[in-house]
Structures are given as C-alpha cells and as structure tokens.
C-alpha cells in the first residue's frame, strides 16, 4: 500500500532564510513519482515540483529543491530565501506508475514564513 | 484553458438534504479525481476515473456517497443523505495521461452540513 508521512504538522522560518519540510513514504514498487503541493490561504492546490524516481538527480525549481534519498524512501522540500509568499500548508505526494495514476499525500506541514 | 471549474464553491446545508457537487475537467484531460479535506483527515482520494470509466471507488466513505462520470466533461459527486460529519472541502482534479501525471485541481467545494 501507498503511504506517506509528513512528521512536521508546523514549521516556521524567517523571511530569507532556508527551510527544509521532511517527507518519507512506502511503497513495494520501483516505479513512481513523488511530488510536492502548495495549498496557500485561497485553498488553490498547486505543483511547486516532482521528482521520477528513476533519476537520480534531485528536481529544482527555482528556489524549491528536493533532497531524493530512494532507498531511504526519503523526499524532503527545501525552499531557499524564503518569501511571506510561501506561507502556505506544504503537502507531500506519491503517484505509482503504471495503469494506476492516482496520487496519495501525505497530512502536510504548516509553513509560517516570517518577516 | 479555465482550469478545473468546481461548483458551488460553497454549500450549506441541513442534514439529510441531498448534496450534488460538480466538475468540469480540463478539455483534453482523460483521467479525474474526486478528494476530501478535512482537518482530522487531511487530504483523502474518494474515487478517480479514466476515460469515464471508475477505477478505483475504495476511498468513498459509504453508500450515501456516489459519483458519476457522463462524458468527458463532467462529474458529479453526490451526497444522499448527507451527515454533519460530511462537513468538507471536496477537491475535483484532472490529469492527462500516464507517467508523472501532474493533476491540476479545482478551487474545490466546501461543504457544511448542519
């Protein structure tokens, strides 16, 4: 079965300064792909990045990294120079490849970001 | 393109009422996705089709929920009768395709049931 575990309901950071949200999850399959979601006060969901788990190389977007650690089933968020803007609930996601595509996520970390 | 279109943004209503919730997917997008939020709960997937077609139903609380898939620019999700503990945001998303599908999500539905 699918799981994943978000162990930091809240964190919070200074405007320009650097957070890491934490995120392991399970899985018996070795194809898949993780995935981060922003959902800030409007409620919107949206992507900030994702990752195949067949590279090894860790996605980045802009000021949004991942930390990819496959045989640890670790897939942590780092947000560098972070902005008030980026206060938001951070939810982490799993995705098997395959016939099935559907996407499980994790409970989400509260960010605060302050100024 | 508009995006997901979910409707009504917001609904309040009296338990035992009927709730109808619905989607319209982005034009192109073969694959939607029904989930709840709730505080106690986080994000949970109800029921997903593809090509119209449910796939997977194992996430939908109980009988008093159903969902439908007409064609491929419109489902709903219906309530009936609804309970307070039904009090969500119900998010609609679509995808397209396999492999790394990115869903792309509706402003979703909350829901308040009195």
């Known amino acids: 079965a699918q799981t994943v575990t978000q162990s930091q309901p809240e964190m919070s950071v200074q405007e320009a300064e650097t957070v890491t949200l934490s995120c392991t999850y399970d899985?018996?399959?070795?194809?898949?792909?993780l995935f981060w979601y922003k959902q800030p006060p409007s409620r919107q969901m949206i992507l900030v990045i994702r990752q195949e788990a067949y590279k090894q190389q860790n996605a980045t977007e802009n000021r949004f990294s991942v930390n990819f650690q496959k045989a640890a089933k670790s897939f942590s968020l780092k947000i560098s120079d972070s902005q008030l803007g980026d206060t938001a609930m951070y939810f982490c996601a799993h995705q098997l490849s395959g016939a099935t595509n559907k996407l499980i996520f994790g409970t989400g970390t509260l960010l605060a970001v302050q100024p | 393109d508009a995006g997901v279109i979910q409707s009504p943004r917001h609904e309040v209503t009296e338990m035992g009422q009927e709730v109808t919730l619905r989607c319209k997917p982005i034009?192109?997008?073969?694959?939607l996705f029904w989930y709840r939020q709730t505080m106690m709960r986080g994000l949970e997937l109800l029921i997903y089709f593809n090509n119209n077609v449910p796939i997977d139903d194992s996430g939908m609380p109980e009988d008093r929920f159903s969902a439908k898939m007409p064609n491929a620019s419109f489902s709903t999700l219906k309530i009936q009768p609804s309970e307070p503990r039904d009090s969500a945001v119900y998010f609609c998303?679509?995808?397209f395709g396999r492999g790394a599908n990115v869903l792309t999500f509706g402003a979703g539905s909350r829901l308040t049931v009195l």
């Open positions: 034009s192109g997008h073969n694959s």
């Open positions: 899985t018996s399959e070795n194809n898949y792909y």
């Open positions: 998303a679509s995808s």
